[in-house]
């Protein structure tokens, strides 16, 4: 039955979801970088966008504390950064 174990390898892989949720993290929590909750909101839309649940459930809170303005600024740049990628 070996070929239903996980390798180590397979228990190392990052999806782009979480890469995309970490620079959401990353940049609503200052964590190395200034916050920024303009960045933090559209790292974290992509990565819901992209499936990530826990994305999704943060980017909501994080849109609790900002301005029209911050919103949809993050918003426009999600827009374009998908546009892109």
Same mark, same amino acid.
């Given at each position: 039955? +070996?070929?239903? !174990?996980?390798?180590? !390898? #397979?228990?190392? /892989?990052?999806? !782009? #979801?979480? /890469? &995309?949720? #970490?620079?959401?993290?990353?940049?609503?929590?200052?964590?190395?970088?200034?916050?920024?909750? /303009?960045? @933090?909101?559209?790292?974290?839309?992509?990565? +819901? /966008?992209? *499936?990530?649940?826990? +994305?999704?459930?943060?980017?909501?809170? &994080? @849109? *609790?504390?900002?301005?029209?303005?911050?919103?949809?600024? @993050? &918003?426009? #740049? @999600?827009?374009?950064?998908?546009?892109?990628?």
């Amino acid at each position: 039955m +070996a070929q239903f !174990e996980k390798s180590a !390898e #397979e228990d190392d /892989i990052v999806t !782009e #979801e979480q /890469i &995309l949720f #970490e620079m959401g993290v990353m940049y609503a929590t200052g964590r190395d970088c200034d916050i920024n909750v /303009i960045e @933090a909101h559209k790292w974290l839309n992509i990565a +819901a /966008i992209r *499936g990530h649940k826990q +994305a999704a459930d943060m980017r909501t809170q &994080l @849109a *609790g504390t900002m301005s029209k303005a911050e919103l949809a600024t @993050a &918003l426009r #740049e @999600a827009r374009k950064w998908m546009t892109m990628h």
